[in-house]
């Protein structure tokens, strides 16, 4: 039988098995591993299927058997549960930025040649200055078309008196046509494993700043509590204790201590 998968923008694919054990690798599960669980979830799919459900059972497995890997396989709808929970995915970015050295500013109002501008992220380092345009979708299947990178690429030109380069960062992935547009102009992007090996992924994974969306310990009220108050990784649970989640998080300490066992699977 072959099993048709609906994607989240609407398009119908057939079932590629090296796909969804890619996305398990990826996440640090042995690949024997990952072809194993894979197995099994295929044993009770469906004639069509969406990613999202593939995805939710891959989950569950991942959290029964391997529940630190669970955390790194939820990634990506981890950070699209930032924006609507009161958390601006620039400042979240530019957390990503400081980790890797570069002195930041969000939300930085400055006079254009032709227009005034506020821009989402200046960030510094090398000597060279960046505008960093971040564009965060939460809708599943969203891509960041050639549209927003000519907006950017305009923004730039008006603004290049103060800037070196300018920069796209989205949660999502590109459209070919704005990466072929960015790589035209010289612009740099950060998108959903996009570059390879540089995308916004690889960069929360070689920083360790996983938003505490990952956690499943975290209930609604709990996390709007803590991302209201500035907590917005587990490194910044890392440092709290036990009395200081619960005071913030709104919770009692035996909750507070679950969140908090669950949040260390991913410290070094």
Same mark, same amino acid.
């Given at each position: ?14 079932? +590629?098995? /090296?796909?969804? @054990? *890619?996305?398990? %690798? ?12 894979? !197995? ?102 969203? +891509?960041? /078309?050639?549209? @927003? *990178?000519?907006? %950017? ?12 380069? !300018? ?102």
């Amino acid at each position: 039988m072959t099993v048709e998968v609906v994607k989240a923008s609407g398009e119908v694919e057939p079932y +590629r098995r /090296d796909k969804a @054990v *890619a996305s398990l %690798v990826r996440c640090g599960v042995p690949r024997g591993e990952a072809s194993a669980l894979v !197995a099994e979830v295929e044993r009770e799919l469906p004639q069509r299927v969406t990613t999202h459900e593939i995805h939710r059972r891959l989950e569950s497995l991942l959290r029964e058997r391997h529940p630190a890997h669970a955390l790194r396989y939820a990634l990506r709808r981890a950070i699209m549960r930032l924006g609507p929970e009161g958390y601006p995915f620039e400042k979240y970015f530019a957390k990503v930025l400081s980790k890797l050295g570069y002195h930041t500013w969000t939300n930085v109002a400055l006079e254009g040649r032709c227009a005034d501008h506020e821009v989402d992220i200046v960030a510094e380092r090398g000597g060279r200055r960046y505008m960093i345009e971040c564009k965060y979708h939460n809708a599943p299947g969203t +891509r960041t /078309d050639l549209k @927003v *990178a000519l907006y %950017v690429y305009a923004r730039f030109l008006d603004l290049r008196d103060y800037f070196d380069e !300018a920069w796209i960062v989205t949660n999502t992935k590109l459209t070919l046509e704005a990466i072929k547009y960015v790589e035209c102009v010289g612009m740099q992007a950060v998108a959903w494993r996009y570059p390879e090996g540089r995308g916004l992924e690889a960069l929360i994974e070689e920083t360790r700043l996983y938003p505490i969306t990952v956690l499943s310990s975290l209930g609604d009220d709990a996390r709007r509590r803590l991302l209201a108050s500035g907590y917005v990784t587990l490194e910044d649970l890392w440092r709290m204790s036990v009395e200081e989640i619960a005071s913030i998080a709104g919770v009692g300490e035996e909750e507070a201590e679950e969140i908090l066992e669950e949040a260390r699977l991913l410290k070094p």
